[in-house]
């Protein structure tokens, strides 16, 4: 009879895990909400393996190895370990606030959020987004708005310019420690957008530019699709975002930014293996010595399958012979011969498989075709490249991406990549025009 009492006891208790808070119900210390649905993330308080401070987290709830994704209050802790903080508390205030406190209900952090008249629940989301909104369901303020260093699906990397959101990632400072290292991605939208790895002021790595299919430096992304990936990329002048789903919802998979890279830096995708009981690296950048920033210097090509990996562009020599002959193509290569703009003698060369050049200061044109945008590249003399903007619009309006100046941080890949049409002068271009196939082109262009 007690069994049966403790029972009846109990599993109302089990069933009653709760995934909102309102302002007369926070969520205490030693209590966790679940998201509705298929009860696919936790939120509560943790404390990382080795730190004595505890944290407001969301993590998987059906994954075994705790791997916590989102984290509220990272640079301002709750004093001593989870297991003991079970009087601290995740309250949303009828301002619409949320607001960590400790037992002795001193608010550690605080969300920003533009005040609501109305009274407001949050809500941990089968997503993994914990949501602000109040009673019409407009909604105040989200975590996913407020990316920590893991980039789970449907959530955007990147500049949402209508809102003034700029979702950013942030490495751990260390597997014990949630607090922001100086280890950031985001996306420049200065030229065509493009995500860099940060250390600091230190650019660590570049994705290049979305080419309507990928990433111009993942380009491997294209065989992601047989996992039942796929890959948003917004550019509409409201916003420039990246963000990717997963279809089949038995796959796990994230993004994560992690600081302990070669450069200190390291993006991965992580995917979880059932039957492994653990997480599998699918993807990873920097990945060889051709990601590190401009290896082979302006207008020099970087490698990996070839020794040296650094080369100039046909029409192209080192700027600095004794550097080079050290292999250290840092200073890159300047022109053979000048180009004769005014003349127009110029022509184009195509570099095939190529991670486009960093494309910070590049402008682009979304409604011309390839000719046009050849046209428009040799009437402007400061004009010394292109390529395509977005290889998914139709043939005649694909666009193009120009580049003025030295070409920066330039690859090539086996197979992937894009083209890149590269200018030089009429003088140059003969030498090289005639190698009839590309294979022959690239060949004769690495034995430079
Ligand atoms: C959490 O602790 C409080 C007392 O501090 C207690 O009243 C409450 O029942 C506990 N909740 C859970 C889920 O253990
Ligand atoms: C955590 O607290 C314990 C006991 O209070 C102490 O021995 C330990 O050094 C602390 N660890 C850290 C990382 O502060
Ligand atoms: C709460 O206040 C007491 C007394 O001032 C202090 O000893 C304790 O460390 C405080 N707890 C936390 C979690 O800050
Ligand atoms: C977004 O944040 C990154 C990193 O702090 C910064 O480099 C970039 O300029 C920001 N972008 C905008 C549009 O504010
Ligand atoms: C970063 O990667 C290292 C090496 O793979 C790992 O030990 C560490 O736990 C990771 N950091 C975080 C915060 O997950
Ligand atoms: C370009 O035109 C100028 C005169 O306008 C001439 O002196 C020069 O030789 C021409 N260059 C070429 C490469 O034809
Ligand atoms: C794109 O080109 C078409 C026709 O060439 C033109 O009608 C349209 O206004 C252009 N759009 C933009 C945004 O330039
Ligand atoms: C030439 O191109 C650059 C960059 O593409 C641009 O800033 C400049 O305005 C262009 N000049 C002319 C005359 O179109
Ligand atoms: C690329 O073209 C596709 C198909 O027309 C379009 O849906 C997409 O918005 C374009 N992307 C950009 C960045 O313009």
């Known amino acids: 009879m007690v069994l049966t009492l403790l029972l009846l006891l109990l599993l109302p208790a089990a069933s009653r895990a709760r995934d909102t808070i309102t302002p007369g119900q926070p969520l205490r210390g030693n209590d966790t909400l679940v998201s509705s649905g298929a009860g696919s993330f936790v939120l509560g308080f943790f404390s990382p393996p080795g730190s004595n401070s505890t944290y407001v987290g969301i993590w ?31 309250s949303v205030s009828s301002e619409c606030a949320l607001a960590v406190a ?25 997503d993994g987004n914990l949501v602000v909104s109040d009673q019409r369901g407009r909604v105040v303020w989200q975590g996913f708005d407020h990316p920590t260093d893991t980039l789970l699906p449907g959530m955007r990397l990147g500049v949402d310019f209508a809102a003034g959101a700029n979702m950013t990632l942030t490495a751990w400072a260390s597997p014990s420690d949630p607090s922001p290292s100086p280890v950031v991605a985001a996306m420049d939208t200065s030229g065509d957008p493009e995500v860099f790895i940060w250390n600091g002021p230190a650019k ?3 994705s290049g530019p979305w080419d309507g299919v990928q990433f111009t430096g993942v380009p491997d992304t294209v065989t992601y699709k047989g996992m039942g990936f796929s890959f948003r990329f917004v550019n509409d002048g409201r916003e420039a975002t990246y963000s990717f789903q997963v279809r089949d919802a038995g796959i796990v998979s994230r993004l ?10 390291l993006m991965q995708r ?22 590190a920033l401009s290896p082979c210097g302006p207008n020099g090509v970087c490698d990996t399958n070839k020794v040296p990996a650094c080369s100039c562009l046909p029409g192209f020599t080192p700027r600095s012979p004794a550097s080079w002959a050290m292999r250290d193509g840092r200073d890159g290569c300047v022109r053979a011969t ?62 193009c991406v120009m580049w003025t100046g030295g070409l920066e941080d330039l690859r090539v890949y086996p197979s992937f990549g894009q083209e890149l049409y590269f200018r030089l002068a009429a003088a140059d271009l003969g030498t090289w025009q005639h190698c009839s196939s590309r294979r022959r082109y690239m060949h004769i262009a690495q034995s430079e």
């Open 60 to 90: 998987y709830a059906k994954v075994p190895v705790r791997t916590v994704v989102w984290v509220a209050n990272r640079a301002a802790p709750v004093r001593g370990a989870a297991s003991e903080s079970a009087g601290a508390t995740l």
């Open 102 to 126: 400790d037992a002795n209900a001193t608010v550690v952090w605080r969300s920003l959020s533009s005040s609501s008249p109305r009274p407001c629940a949050a809500r941990i989301q089968d």
């Open 204 to 206: 660590v790595w570049r």
């Open 256 to 265: 994560v930014l992690n600081s302990t890279g070669v450069g200190g830096g």
């Open 270 to 291: 992580w995917t979880w293996l059932d039957v492994a009981g653990a997480w599998a690296l699918y993807w990873y950048a920097p990945k060889d010595q051709c990601d």
């Open 338 to 399: 000048p180009l004769d703009c005014a003349n127009r003698t110029d022509g184009f060369l195509v570099l095939p498989h190529a991670k486009v050049p960093d494309a910070t200061r590049a402008v682009v044109d979304f409604n011309s075709s390839l000719e046009q945008c050849r046209q428009r590249c040799l009437r402007n003399c400061s004009c010394t490249a292109y390529a395509s903007a977005n290889l998914t619009a139709a043939p005649g309006r694909r666009g």
